[in-house]
C-alpha cells in the first residue's frame, strides 16, 4: 500500500464540494471510469461499468443498497430505477448529497433513493440491514480500509455482498518512479492510500467476507483519461478552475499522471466482489 500523509479528511470534502460541477462537465452524473469492450461513448461505458458491477454483485429487484461514496448519486438512482431497489447514498460532501437528492426527486425516485451526507468512517448501520453495500471509487479516499471493510461486513445481511470498484497501487512496485507516481496520484486526488489488489482481498477476507470475484479492468477503462484529458484541452474547463482555486488546477494537471500510472502499471483498476457466509455468527 502507498500512502501519503499530506491528505486530510477536511480537504477531501472541500474538493467534492468545490469540484462537483467540473466532475459534471468532464463525466456526466457519475464519477467514475467507463468500462470499454469497442468505442462506445463514455457516457454508455460509465453505464456499462455500474451493469456490469451490478452483474458480479447479484443485484436483484427490490434489493437494499448502501452505496458508499455516492457522489452525485449516479449508481444509487439506476440501482433504484433498473432494478427497483432501496438504495441510500452517502457521501462526504453536502452539496453532492443535495445535488443526488435533487436529481432523485427529478426523476421521480425518492421512494427508493436518498441520501445521507456523513463521513462512512463514522457513520452507523444496523447489523445486516444491507443485502448489497456497493462502492465505486471511494475506498480509495478511506483512512483506515481494514475498518471500514469489517463495519460493511456487519452492515451486510449473511448471503449479501460487497462490491467494490477501487483504483490500485500495482501489486509489484519495481522501481522509486512507480512508488512516486502512485504518491503523486494519491497527493493529486486526494486518497490518503492506494492499496493494491492483493491488500483488497486481504481486507475483505480479514472481515470474514467470501470472495466471488476479483477483476483486473485496467485495460478496459483506462481510455476514460485519455477523452478526458482531450476534453480540458478543447474546453476552457482549465481557465475556469485557475479562477476558481489553484488546488483544483493541480487536480485536472494530475490527469497526465494517471494515464502515465496506468501505462507503466504503477497503478491497476480492479473490482471486487465478496459474500458474507450464511453461517456468520452476524
Ligand atoms: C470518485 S467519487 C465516486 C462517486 C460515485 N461513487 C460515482 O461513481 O459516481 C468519490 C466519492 O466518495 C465520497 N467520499 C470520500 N470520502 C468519503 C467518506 N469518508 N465518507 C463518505 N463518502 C466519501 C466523495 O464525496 C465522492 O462522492
Same mark, same amino acid.
Not at 47 to 58: D, K, M, N, S, V
Not at 133 to 150: A, G, M, N, Q, Y
Not at 260 to 276: D, I, L, P, Q, S
Given at each position: 500500500?502507498?500512502?501519503?500523509?499530506?491528505?486530510?479528511?477536511?480537504?477531501?470534502?472541500?474538493?467534492?464540494?468545490?469540484?462537483?460541477?467540473?466532475?459534471?462537465?468532464?463525466?456526466?452524473?457519475?464519477?467514475?471510469?467507463?468500462?470499454?469492450?469497442?468505442?462506445?461513448?463514455?457516457?454508455?461505458?460509465?453505464?456499462?461499468?455500474?451493469?456490469?458491477?451490478?452483474?458480479?454483485?447479484?443485484?436483484?429487484?427490490?434489493?437494499?443498497?448502501?452505496?458508499?461514496?455516492?457522489?452525485?448519486?449516479?449508481?444509487?438512482?439506476?440501482?433504484?430505477?433498473?432494478?427497483?431497489?432501496? @438504495? +441510500?447514498?452517502?457521501?462526504?460532501? *453536502?452539496?453532492?448529497?443535495? !445535488?443526488?437528492?435533487?436529481?432523485? %426527486?427529478? =426523476? #421521480?425516485?425518492?421512494?427508493?433513493?436518498?441520501?445521507?451526507?456523513?463521513?462512512?468512517?463514522?457513520?452507523?448501520?444496523?447489523?445486516?440491514?444491507?443485502?448489497?453495500?456497493?462502492?465505486?471509487?471511494?475506498?480509495?479516499?478511506?483512512?483506515?480500509?481494514?475498518?471500514?471493510?469489517?463495519?460493511?461486513?456487519?452492515?451486510?445481511?449473511?448471503?449479501?455482498?460487497?462490491?467494490?470498484?477501487?483504483?490500485?497501487?500495482?501489486?509489484?512496485?519495481?522501481?522509486?518512479?512507480?512508488?512516486?507516481?502512485?504518491?503523486?496520484?494519491?497527493?493529486?486526488?486526494?486518497?490518503?492510500?492506494?492499496?493494491?489488489?492483493?491488500?483488497?482481498?486481504?481486507?475483505?477476507?480479514?472481515?470474514?467476507?467470501?470472495?466471488? @470475484? +476479483?477483476?483486473?479492468?485496467?485495460? *478496459?477503462?483506462?481510455?476514460? !483519461?485519455?477523452?478526458?484529458?482531450? %476534453?480540458? =484541452? #478543447?474546453?476552457?474547463?482549465?481557465?475556469?478552475?485557475?479562477?476558481?482555486?489553484?488546488?483544483?488546477?493541480?487536480?485536472?494537471?494530475?490527469?497526465?499522471?494517471?494515464?502515465?500510472?496506468?501505462?507503466?502499471?504503477?497503478?491497476?483498476?480492479?473490482?471486487?466482489?465478496?459474500?458474507?457466509?450464511?453461517?456468520?455468527?452476524?
Amino acid at each position: 500500500m502507498i500512502t501519503c500523509p499530506t491528505v486530510r479528511k477536511d480537504l477531501i470534502r472541500y474538493h467534492y464540494n468545490l469540484s462537483t460541477v467540473f466532475y459534471r462537465l468532464l463525466w456526466g452524473p457519475h464519477i467514475h471510469h467507463g468500462l470499454w469492450s469497442g468505442d462506445e461513448p463514455i457516457a454508455q461505458a460509465q453505464i456499462q461499468l455500474t451493469q456490469r458491477l451490478a452483474q458480479e454483485a447479484g443485484v436483484q429487484p427490490g434489493d437494499r443498497i448502501l452505496d458508499v461514496g455516492c457522489g452525485m448519486g449516479g449508481s444509487t438512482n439506476h440501482l433504484a430505477r433498473q432494478f427497483n431497489c432501496h @438504495a +441510500t447514498g452517502i457521501t462526504v460532501s *453536502s452539496l453532492q448529497a443535495h !445535488w443526488a437528492t435533487w436529481s432523485a %426527486r427529478l =426523476r #421521480r425516485l425518492t421512494d427508493r433513493a436518498n441520501f445521507l451526507c456523513q463521513d462512512v468512517e463514522q457513520a452507523e448501520f444496523e447489523p445486516n440491514s444491507f443485502d448489497v453495500v456497493w462502492s465505486i471509487e471511494c475506498t480509495e479516499h478511506l483512512f483506515d480500509k481494514p475498518t471500514f471493510f469489517s463495519r460493511a461486513a456487519r452492515w451486510v445481511r449473511p448471503g449479501g455482498r460487497i462490491a467494490i470498484c477501487a483504483w490500485l497501487a500495482g501489486d509489484e512496485l519495481k522501481s522509486e518512479t512507480d512508488r512516486q507516481q502512485v504518491f503523486d496520484v494519491c497527493e493529486g486526488f486526494f486518497c490518503p492510500s492506494l492499496g493494491s489488489a492483493a491488500d483488497y482481498v486481504d481486507w475483505l477476507q480479514s472481515a470474514g467476507m467470501e470472495m466471488t @470475484a +476479483t477483476y483486473d479492468w485496467t485495460d *478496459s477503462v483506462m481510455r476514460t !483519461w485519455e477523452i478526458c484529458r482531450d %476534453r480540458i =484541452r #478543447r474546453t476552457g474547463i482549465r481557465h475556469l478552475a485557475r479562477l476558481i482555486d489553484q488546488d483544483t488546477v493541480l487536480f485536472l494537471d494530475c490527469f497526465d499522471t494517471i494515464l502515465n500510472a496506468y501505462r507503466t502499471g504503477a497503478m491497476r483498476y480492479g473490482c471486487f466482489v465478496a459474500e458474507k457466509p450464511t453461517t456468520s455468527p452476524d
